[in-house]
Nanobody, 128 residues
Framework: QVQLVESGGRLVQAGGSLRLSCAASGRTSSGYTSGWFRQAPGKEREFVAGINWSAGNTRYLDSVKGRFTISRDNAKNTMYLQMNSLKPEDTAVYYC?????????????????????WGQGTQVTVSS
């Protein structure tokens, strides 16, 4: 069992930056894929970014490429999402998640149902 806790969400102005953190505890593994999803009111949850350390690759939602960066510090059992040049359309609840089969897939999956562990979510609001 793995527990994930996000932090760092807040209100920011358009064009600003924010770093989200996700602390993991319990039976963790460096073979897990770490991912970030977001969900705005009335919309489906969508994949934002993911990292598979075993395969050494990352994957991003097209609209955040060049603006967001995902990283993971295995020694600290923490994953991050650095968000730059924020836009109002980035407003959503952001969730961190972990796919325990990442070491088998050797790739980042964008399917929410493939992720086994989830944080409680943190609100990011970008104002104009």
């Amino acid at each position: 069992q793995v527990q994930l806790v996000e932090s760092g969400g807040r209100l920011v102005q358009a064009g600003g930056s924010l770093r989200l953190s996700c602390a993991a505890s319990g039976r963790t593994s460096s073979g897990y894929t770490s991912g970030w999803f977001r969900q705005a009111p009335g919309k489906e949850r969508e994949f934002v970014a993911g990292i598979n350390w075993s395969a050494g690759n990352t994957r991003y939602l097209d609209s955040v490429k060049g603006r967001f960066t995902i990283s993971r510090d295995n020694a600290k059992n923490t994953m991050y999402l650095q968000m730059n040049s924020l836009k109002p359309e980035d407003t959503a609840v952001y969730y961190c998640a972990a796919d325990r089969l990442g070491f088998i897939r050797k790739a980042v999956t964008i399917v929410a149902a493939d992720y086994d562990y989830w944080g409680q979510g943190t609100q990011v609001t970008v104002s104009s």
